[in-house]
């Protein structure tokens, strides 16, 4: 069955940096596109960077601009996040996720908490 399992998240200070990864199993990984999105506390879960399969094209909410990066590899059925200069509203859980026909699949989540 489709499982994608996030690592990585941690508690950081303002500025550091995390790398998070979400290993995925149960699909033909290389073909479909991989999203990650975070929900901080008491706020709906947002769009944070996605991924396309084959061209591996990426694209980002405004707030991810300069300071994440998504990438994947094939090879490894693995989506990273690369996240700089963190602050501390990006403290949430953070998900990846993808869409296989008209089914979500999410992981189970990893917290990010960034705070001095």
């Known amino acids: 069955q489709v499982q994608l399992v996030e690592s990585g998240g941690g508690l950081v200070q303002p500025g550091g940096s995390l790398r998070l990864s979400c290993a995925a199993s149960?699909?033909?990984?290389?073909?479909?596109?991989m999203i990650w999105y975070r929900q901080a506390p008491g706020k709906e879960r947002e769009l944070v960077a996605n991924?396309?399969?084959?061209?591996?094209?990426?694209n980002y909410v405004n707030f991810a601009k300069g300071r994440f990066t998504i990438s994947r590899d094939n090879a490894k059925k693995t989506v990273y996040l690369q996240m700089n200069n963190l602050k501390p509203e990006d403290t949430a859980v953070y998900y990846c996720?993808?869409?296989?026909?008209?089914?979500?699949?999410w992981g189970q989540g990893t917290q990010v908490t960034v705070s001095s």
């Open positions: 991924i396309d399969g084959t061209r591996s094209r990426t």
């Open positions: 996720n993808t869409r296989l026909g008209s089914v979500d699949y």
């Open positions: 149960g699909f033909p990984f290389s073909l479909y596109s």
